[in-house]
């Protein structure tokens, strides 16, 4: 049976360990000054060396030729005290997590008394010294805090605030870190080398990935790749299916069909991420992983290869197209709903079908996101066309509508919105141009969520479009309904960063011919989804009133039914859906849709 790796690579000097530079430097120093403390603390998570920082320390004490940093690695100090070696009397290790009672303590202390058998110092090393009772502790204080000359202690623990502070207090402290993958990449590297095994493209970084910069971790790993290598090499499709990792390629894949919000493909990704045994939840985490390395790739431009040096040319040339294709702000929104859905990939429900889920949603983010906000506003010709004065008028002046305050509240802004733009439609030369907004959308929806949490999700969510001086939102779901009690902070998150004179307006633009705009403008509550062009026609609530929209005339002969007054919401149940006005805008607000044809009701 061979030995483990990690035993085999464990170092015997200081000048071997890896990635702990910041540690080593100054044991080293301190040794070669004769400045030695007899107490010492290593901390640090686990398999970063401190254990073995603790051994080397001991035989750098002990050496014949010490102390000193460097080993002679001759004498017989050395040689007992290398890797692999028998030990040495003078040096005891003890594992605090078995020995942790105070007759243990006492029983160390007693050791302790006597002098070394041979060589410079008794060394005492106690490993997982977290683990000791608070008896023993109080037992090995005496010893530690008058120690006699010939005794050193080098305490190693996971979880250095477990311990005795009064014994803390007495050492030389010092923290040993993960190891960065820059670091370890090399070391694996030479290991590999060394063991004369090929390894293909992309296996260190699942085993770095893996071994959590763990080194000791990292190296286990290898250890079990390394010993299903066939002919010396190890194939980069088999390291990521015995360590359960998403194949690379297959990321890609569903990447680039996310990309291309071709759903098809991504569900048949989804399948095979699932037939080939990969778990949902580890697959959900390797694309949060190629998210984030996605995002740096969006924003670090050139200086993307020195931040992700582990991925190889050819991939990061491709990342940077994928990064390019989706935007920087796509990618973060993605990542956020990946991230979201991670959280919740726990409890009952299957993570295969959360997983699908989480895909919808990946792609229906990229769809809002390909349509979004701003587009170009349409010659002015179309405004006046589409937006006949005499149907604005009957509409505000219902006689409901006075009585209704939520309606009425926003009703001032948006009606004068409605009208009044295309008079000024020459002004806004001072005002930013379409592009300029759309590039401060993102500020705005920031300045919008730092005023209300609740105000930047309804932007975040919407859609708008600028025409004039007027913001057109338009908004589906339950938010739409928030947006009247919101509308001031919204507005001034616009003012914030777009300059003053903008108007906030609910609805399409006017100049969408499809969309009927003036009345899309004045309600608070126009949900503009799109629907299915049947809808105007069964209309079941209030079927009669449907009148022609572009003739005013039915409206004036046939007033529309008249609003109940008990279902109307008072002005401070916000969250209610105020009504909107009776008539075609209401078959409209109810159903959703677009009218494509009219047919007047014979009398
Ligand atoms: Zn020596």
Redesign the pocket.
Known sequence: MAQALYRRYRPDTFAHLVGQDHVTDTLRAALDGGRASHAYLFSGPRGCGKTTSARIMARCLN????PTST?????E??IELASGGSGSLDVIEMDAASNRGIDDARDLRERAEFAPVRDRYKVIILDEAHMVTKEGANALLKLIEEPPAHVKFIFATTEPEKMLPTIRSRTHHYQFRLVPPQVLRPYLETICQQEGVQVEPGVLDLVIRAGGGSVRDSLSVLDQLLAGAENGSLPYARCAALLGYTDANLLDEVIDALGAGDGAAVFTGIERVTSSGVDPKRFAEDLLQRLRDLVICALAADQASAILPHIADDQLARMKQQAEQWGSRLLSRRADIVEEALANMVGATPPRLMLELLMGRLLVAGVAESTPTVQPTPPVAAAPQSRPTPVPAPVVSQPTETSTPPAATPQPRATQAAPEPTPREPQPATHATNANFTAQWDRIVDEAKKLSAIAGAIIRDAKATVSGTTVYVSLAGPLASRLPANREKIEQAITTVMGPGWTLSEGAPPADPKVPAPEAAPHPIEKSQPAPPHSSEPAPPPPEPAPVLEDPAPYDEAPPMPEPEEDLPSEDDRDIEAPPPPGVPQVLSILGGTIVEERIKEA
């Open positions: 050496c014949a030729e010490g080993p002679c690695g001759t004498c100090s050395c």
